[in-house]
């Protein structure tokens, strides 16, 4: 069975920094796109930033460059969003996504071409 599970948010002050963890189950992240997407209030769903099966990254827009970088761990089977510099604005409920991704070039940036989803995980930026 393909599963992938969030962790690692939480409540952070402006300013300070989380790891998101999505930890998968039933299938190797060898050959898989990665991505993560988070959805505030009241909002829709957007991507943030995904990586390729060859370690190739992709920012979906400037608001998280600089301050969120994505990586994977095959060998744990697990990959990884790091947030830096968190803003109240980031506050939403993150999810990480999969597809195959046989040809390793850039990843995608639409959601639509991810085929397994996690549950999320809620971050809250607040003082």
């Known amino acids: 069975q393909v599963q992938l599970v969030e962790s690692g948010g939480g409540l952070v002050q402006p300013g300070g920094s989380l790891r998101l963890s999505c930890a998968a189950s039933?299938?190797?992240?060898?050959?898989?796109?990665i991505g993560w997407f988070r959805q505030a209030p009241g909002k829709e769903r957007e991507g943030v930033l995904c990586?390729?099966?060859?370690?190739?990254?992709?920012y979906y827009g400037d608001s998280w460059r600089g301050r969120f970088t994505i990586s994977r761990d095959n060998a744990k089977n697990t990959a990884y969003l790091q947030m830096n510099s968190l803003r109240p604005e980031d506050t939403a409920i993150y999810y990480c996504?999969?597809?195959?991704?046989?040809?390793?070039?850039?990843?995608?940036?639409?959601?639509?071409?991810?085929?397994?989803w996690g549950q999320g995980t809620q971050v809250t930026v607040s003082s």
């Open positions: 990586i390729s099966s060859s370690d190739r990254m992709t």
């Open positions: 996504a999969t597809y195959k991704d046989t040809s390793g070039g850039s990843c995608t940036t639409s959601p639509i071409r991810y085929s397994d």
């Open positions: 039933g299938f190797t992240l060898d050959y898989y796109a």
